[in-house]
Each structure stands twice: as structure tokens, then as C-alpha cells.
């Protein structure tokens, strides 16, 4: 599946241009490595806002948080005034999939075991691997990664099947957010940015009425406010970042099977900071899916 973007040069010649970021003599799968981080540092914040509101709450707080930091940042409002009827499309698509993917993620990992929901989550990047496959190698990568994506993965059978229901949404919102995400970094780096931070206001938007009401509670505790702070920074500012950095300058197919990596960074973090010692399984599936990785070759093109 390809989508390709809307010329989006008529919006950067449009604006008075913003510092260039200077990024490129940064690896990009540095990007992903901090991208790979931070999505296991927000949980640890939710986990508190979990107590007090509801899973479409949190989802709100996160989404809204991210929109105000972008606002305040890259003025993305100007992004969308400037943008013609096709960008805007483009704009509107990836704020209605932030939106609802962060949605239903709250809403499986509420009813599912997080191993089981992140399983399921990874059919996405499965998929958009296999169909950026050019050669034998990289099918062997992507057979090493996935076996070692299911040891470290902790799936069982059980549950409501509203929950599977939402787990298998989000797994397609986000191979949505791979696709389109690829689609506004086309351009690189400060570009891409300014239309994540434009993608996210629309989300913010979107996601409102089925979230705000349920996020009230955290609006009369400032440690809740804090909580949520650090849940839009760190899985939503941070990582989407850095994910824009790195789809800038990696082909979809290399950026989807480098997601085989959120699972072992789990793992390792658990180590280093919960004492939590992974044993042979964990190890040995940590192992398959840095070879996946680095065996791996990125085409010249997505």
C-alpha cells in the first residue's frame, strides 16, 4: 500500500520558514531508538491516571497535552491555513488516526493484557514490512524479527471480544499512522514536523466528545494534571517526534521492521529500571530481533 502526499511545497513557501532542524548529522535510527524509549516512559504516567479516569479520558489529556505543546512550539495553525484542499485532507486523515488509534489503545489495554494488545498491534508493521520486501535477506530479517517479537510477547486467549475488537482497530490506525505518517515527512525534517503538530490539533478536536467528559476528574487534582503532562510528552511530543525524523530519512519497509524493537526495549527497560531480569526466553528473543534488525538492508527507496 502507497499513499503518496499532496505537494506540500506550496505551505513551506507560504510561511515565513522555521529554524532548520538540525538533524541530519544524526543517524535517523537514533530517532527511533528515543522514539522506542519514550513510548515505555508515558504508561509508567498513565498508569496513575488509570485510577481516577476513564481510558478515553487519558486518551484525551494525552492527545491534548501534545496538541498544546505543538501549538506552542511550531504554530502549526499555520500549516492548515495555508495548506490547499488535498494537504488539508492529508491533515484531517492523520488527526482523525492519532485520535481514534490512541483511543482504542486505552480501550484494549483497559480489557487486555498489554503483551496481548502489543501482539496484535504488531501485525501492522508485519505487514507493511512484508510488502517493502526486495530480497531473500530481508525476508530472513523479517522471519528472525517476528520470532523474536513472539517470545518476548506475552499473548493469551481470554477476554471480552469488544476488547480484541479494539486491539485489532488500533493495529490497523496504526499501520494508518506508518503510511501517512511517511506521507507529511516526505519533505524532512522541520516540514514534517509542523504538519504532525497541525495533525494533532485536528486530534485533539476529534477526539473531544468522546473524551473530555471522562477526563474532567484530572482537572481538580494538579498532581493528575502533572501525571497527564507527562503522559502527552512522553507518548505523544517526544516519540511522534522523533518518529517524523526518522520516516524522514528511512524507507517505510526498514522504519515498520525496526518497530520489532518496541517489544525488546520493553524488556530492557524493565531490566534496567524495575530490576525486572528477563530470563532465556526474553533473552534469546531480544537477540532474534536485534539480528532481524541489523540483518535487515534498506532499499534506496520506500
Not at 26 to 36: E, G, K, T
Not at 89 to 95: E, I
Not at 137 to 152: E, H, P
Amino acid at each position: 500500500m502507497q499513499v503518496e502526499s499532496p505537494n506540500m511545497k506550496p505551505i513551506e513557501n507560504s510561511l515565513v520558514r522555521p529554524p532548520a532542524l538540525r538533524a541530519d548529522s544524526i543517524p535517523p535510527h537514533a530517532f527511533f531508538l528515543v522514539s522506542a524509549v519514550f513510548h515505555y516512559l508515558g504508561p509508567a504516567f498513565a498508569v496513575l491516571l488509570f485510577q481516577y479516569a476513564d481510558a478515553l479520558g487519558v486518551a484525551w489529556l494525552r492527545i491534548t497535552v501534545a496538541a498544546v505543546a505543538f501549538a506552542l512550539w511550531r504554530r502549526p495553525w499555520r500549516v492548515l491555513r495555508a495548506a490547499s484542499a488535498p494537504q488539508r485532507r492529508l491533515l484531517v486523515a492523520m488527526g482523525a488516526i492519532l485520535a481514534l488509534m490512541n483511543s482504542v489503545f486505552y480501550l484494549a489495554i483497559a480489557r487486555l493484557p498489554l503483551g496481548t494488545v502489543g501482539a496484535i498491534e504488531f501485525l501492522a508493521p508485519i505487514g507493511l514490512a512484508v510488502l517493502g520486501l526486495r530480497d531473500a535477506r530481508n525476508f530472513v530479517a523479517m522471519l528472525a524479527a517476528v520470532a523474536g517479537v513472539a517470545l518476548l510477547t506475552d499473548v493469551r486467549i481470554g477476554g471480552e471480544p469488544l476488547a480484541y475488537a479494539f486491539a485489532f482497530a488500533n493495529c490497523v490506525l496504526f499501520a494508518g499512522y506508518i503510511v501517512i505518517g511517511h506521507a507529511l515527512a516526505r519533505d524532512g525534517g522541520a516540514a514534517g514536523i509542523d504538519r504532525l503538530g497541525a495533525a494533532m490539533l485536528v486530534a485533539m478536536l476529534v477526539a473531544a466528545p468522546i473524551g473530555f467528559r471522562e477526563a474532567l476528574p484530572a482537572f481538580h487534582d494538579l498532581r493528575l494534571l502533572a501525571a497527564a503532562i507527562g503522559v502527552g510528552i512522553c507518548s505523544s511530543v517526544i516519540p511522534y517526534v522523533c518518529d517524523q525524523l526518522a520516516m524522514a530519512r528511512l524507507p517505510r519497509s526498514t522504519f515498520a521492521l525496526m518497530l520489532a524493537l518496541l517489544p525488546a526495549m520493553a524488556c530492557l527497560i524493565g531490566a534496567l529500571v524495575l530490576q525486572q531480569i528477563p530470563g532465556t526466553l526474553e533473552i534469546a528473543g531480544i537477540a532474534l530481533v536485534i539480528g532481524g534488525v541489523l540483518l535487515h538492508r534498506t532499499a534506496s527507496a520506500t
